[in-house]
Antibody
């Protein structure tokens, strides 16, 4: 059974930084393309970015609103993908979901999410 | 920036059929937009239902189907069950970047 467990969320002041982690099990992680999606309270889903598997370069893509502030990385030895968020803004307040693309699409399996609250 | 539009809300009777749609501000949705559909129940993470227009995941109930309809992506639920009450999100790949719609709240009443 594929499982994705996010961690690292919490309450942060504006301007602060946070690193979210997502640890996967039940899949061949090194082959998975990993995506982050967020959902602000009571709002729809927003694609944040994606990191491809190392065998196709491990490259990253980001949504325009987060480019330059968000960085996605992966450690295949730990089956973990990270989302580094810098210069946090109140509008970054959201549940952040980690998603594994297992070959069918980029969005095959979703984690349960971790809440990030940006407030002073 | 592409805007993806869904019906904000729909209501369907148990056992009925309902079609949710997903439109793009750039024009007609084609298979090249690789439409995806997700179901999200209250307090839960989304779950993938449909990818690449009409392909189902192994866990997707047979009563869900995806298609292209009148220039939009469509998700049809046939023989709706009470447990289908949920938010449904579509996603389109536009200009290489994935864009979600605002979601449709489906009420089964």
């Amino acid at each position: 059974e594929v499982q994705l467990v996010e961690s690292g969320g919490g309450l942060v002041e504006p301007g602060g930084s946070l690193r979210l982690a997502c640890t996967a099990s039940g899949l061949t992680f090194r082959n998975a393309w990993m995506t982050w999606v967020r959902q602000a309270p009571g709002k729809g889903l927003e694609w944040v970015g994606r990191i491809k598997s190392q065998n196709v370069g491990g490259t990253t893509d980001y949504a325009a609103p987060v480019k330059g502030r968000f960085t996605i990385s992966r450690d295949d030895s730990k089956n973990t993908v990270y989302l580094q968020i810098n210069s946090l803004k109140t509008e970054d307040t959201a549940v952040y979901y980690c998603i594994a693309g297992l070959g069918l699409s980029d969005f095959d399996m979703w984690g349960q999410g971790t809440m990030v609250t940006v407030s002073s | 920036q592409t805007v993806v539009t869904q019906e904000p809300s729909l209501t369907v009777s148990p056992g009925g059929t309902v079609t949710l749609t997903c439109a793009s501000s750039t024009g007609a949705v084609t298979s090249g937009y690789y439409p995806n559909w997700f179901q999200q129940k209250p307090g839960q993470a989304p779950r993938a239902l449909i990818y690449s227009t009409s392909n189902k995941h192994s866990w997707t109930p047979a009563r869900f189907s995806g298609s292209l309809l009148g220039g939009k992506a469509a998700l049809t639920l046939s023989g709706v069950q009470p447990e289908d009450e949920a938010d449904y999100h579509c996603l389109l790949f536009s200009g290489g970047a994935p864009v979600f719609g605002g979601g449709t709240k489906l009420t089964v009443l």
